[in-house]
């Protein structure tokens, strides 16, 4: 049995690389006795980045290769030689991509890291390790001669969630083997699978349809619905996500029953407690009915109940054959000219504008935020991207670059935020794998004592 080439929904674990160490170097020359601190920074390490491609149609690539790497940073060296920056890496996406971060024990949703919709849009999903900095960085008025560097930072490893939802103006949808295959092949160049059984559509396919009046839609294909379709049952959740996106529905309703001999009425009552159950705004989306098969003899009274059902609800209600085209052309004219009236609202709603940049402060803002809690032992957890990212650089077996960590655990207030959580002097204090024992909020005398010893740095 031949396996499908479309993928809506997979799982990759991405990890940027690692930054390059600071060097602790001095100046060693001929006739230069004191030359001073001369260590280079660590060169960054690169980022995994997610590229939204219009090209793309599926994410196939992700489905047999899950683990991905960006390159290292080189460590920096002796007389101001900076480390090389790793390269990026750039992974390709479709567009309408979900994006969310994943928990990294159940591997459920977290929360969303972005929604790529626009050609070209990036969202940094595995920010690169910083590099170290060298000693040349710490020098102060009265020390002159910082015998400590930064290590590098190493870069999470983590999972993420991709899911694709269709992009397109309109959505066929309905009960199974009611002709939605054939009306978008009828319709538009698309070709997909027909046949009169049930499920022959099993992946989305998409047309572009143009109407005599020169506009043109995409509509998209969905395979067909059943009772608990919002539940899972069928497809139920496969597809259900490719409707979310869509401006309007086409509900198509076979008047004839097929061969289970429905009704029309309640096969269009079915679907739409369906959509509603599984996102409510889905019962609010523009709608138009499509009574389908209407040349089979027989079916008059179907389509007269079921108009009428369509109008009490206010949807326009079309009669149509995809065999002999009948009614085609007014559905046709009517759907282009209903997505064209939604595309000018959604514009004035919601300018299209790339967010590569909202995505980018966002996950700095992640990354600045202090989590703090308190464990079964009692002891304080103290989690956040900035915060871990000074522990994992500081040369444990030096002196002068821990009494720094302390320094820059003040500059950002962590003791007045333990302090606010409840905290009390004696208390232990955890930062990923190390202990701290929490002294109370530093006092006046502590600040200028730290000001003598020059450590502030103000470049921080």
Known sequence: MPTSTFTDLCRIN?????????????????????????????????????????????????????HFRAERGTHGQGARRHGRAGEDLVLRVPMGTVVRELDLETLEPLYELADLTQPGERVVVAPGGIGGRGNIHFVTSVRRAPAFAEKGEPAMEHWIELEMKLMADAALVGMPSVGKSSLIARLSAARPKIADYPFTTLVPNLGVVRAKSG?????????????????????GHEFLRHIERTALLLHVVDVTGGYEGRDAVEDYE?????????????????????????????????????????????HPFFAVSAVTGEGLDQLVSVTASEVLSLREELAIAEPSN?????????????????????????????????????VVQTDWENDEAVLFLQHRFDRIGLDDKLAAHGAKPGDEVRILGFEFTYEGEPDDAYAEIDEAIGLLDEGE
């Open 354 to 390: 790339d967010r590569t940049a909202v995505y980018e402060r966002e996950r700095q803002r992640r990354d600045r935020t202090v989590t703090i809690s308190r464990d079964h032992t009692g002891a304080w957890r103290v989690s956040g991207g900035a915060i871990e990212r000074m």
């Open 270 to 314: 079915t679907i739409n407690a369906e959509l509603a159950a599984y996102a409510s705004e889905l019962a609010v989306r523009p709608q138009i009915v499509v009574a389908n098969k209407c040349d089979m003899p027989g079916t008059e009274d179907a389509v007269a109940r079921l108009r009428q059902r369509a109008q009490e609800d206010g």
């Open 14 to 66: 991405v990890k940027g690389g690692d930054g390059g160490a600071g060097c602790m170097s001095f100046r060693r020359e001929a006739f230069v006795p004191k030359g001073g601190p001369d260590g280079g920074d660590g060169g960054n390490g690169g980022n995994v980045i997610l590229e939204c491609d219009p090209q793309l149609s599926s994410l196939i690539d992700y489905r047999y290769k899950h």
């Open 215 to 235: 506009d043109s839609f995409v509509v998209a294909d969905v395979p067909g619905l059943i009772e608990g379709a919002s539940e899972g049952r069928g497809l």
